[in-house]
Every structure is written in structure tokens, then in C-alpha cells.
């Protein structure tokens, strides 16, 4: 079973399964095939919004996969961290949308020496 499974048993209609099953397979066709760090999430609590505290944590995350020469990958469905996760180097690859109002953007990072 699929780890969102359960989650998907608790939450969503049953008659939806298939359909939210197809959506999280087209963003796994937007995931690099070779070893690769999934940024899967990363967020900071309101009090330290704006502080700079994401961007050195995302920072230490992309320093790192650099050094492992590995492809960072996340996926943003909030169209404000775009241009945040641009200027380290993601690039969006696609635009899906995910439920009705929600795009989602596979976004990589190539390593860089």
C-alpha cells in the first residue's frame, strides 16, 4: 500500500481514490529518475517569517546535496515561493493542477560544484 493510503482511506471518498491516485502519479513523472533529495517540506513558524530563517534552512539543504553532487526536488503548490526557490536555483518543469484552484510545480535543482 501506498504510504498516502491510509491517509487517503481516512479523508477522501472512496469513488475519489483513483482520481487522486493519477494525480500524485503525474507528479511522479515529474521526479528526476536518478538519486535524488526531496525537499518534501520546509517552513518556519509565523513569529520567524520574514526573518531569513527558510532561506538558510533551504541554503543548508541545497549546500548539501552540492556536495553529494545530488538534484534537489520539491514540489510547490503556493504560487508566492516561487520566485524564492528560483533564486536557488530551482527551475519549474510543470504546472499541475492537483484538485480544482491548486497548481502544483515540480520544481529541481541541478547540483552545482
Do not use: K
Not at 527551475?91 to 492537483?98: G, H, N, P, Q, R
Amino acid at each position: 500500500m501506498s504510504p498516502v493510503g491510509p491517509v487517503m482511506d481516512e479523508y477522501i471518498d472512496e469513488a475519489r481514490h483513483g482520481d487522486v491516485a493519477a494525480q500524485f502519479g503525474r507528479l511522479g513523472e515529474h521526479r528526476p529518475s536518478d538519486p535524488h533529495f526531496y525537499l518534501q517540506a520546509i517552513g518556519v513558524g509565523d513569529g520567524a517569517r520574514g526573518t531569513g530563517l527558510g532561506g538558510i534552512m533551504l541554503g543548508h539543504v541545497i549546500a548539501t546535496c552540492d556536495t553529494a553532487g545530488l538534484t534537489a526536488h520539491l514540489e510547490s503548490s503556493n504560487h508566492r515561493n516561487i520566485s524564492r526557490y528560483e533564486r536557488h536555483g530551482f527551475a519549474v518543469t510543470a504546472e499541475i493542477e492537483f484538485a480544482p484552484g491548486v497548481i502544483v510545480r515540480p520544481m529541481p535543482r541541478q547540483p552545482r560544484r
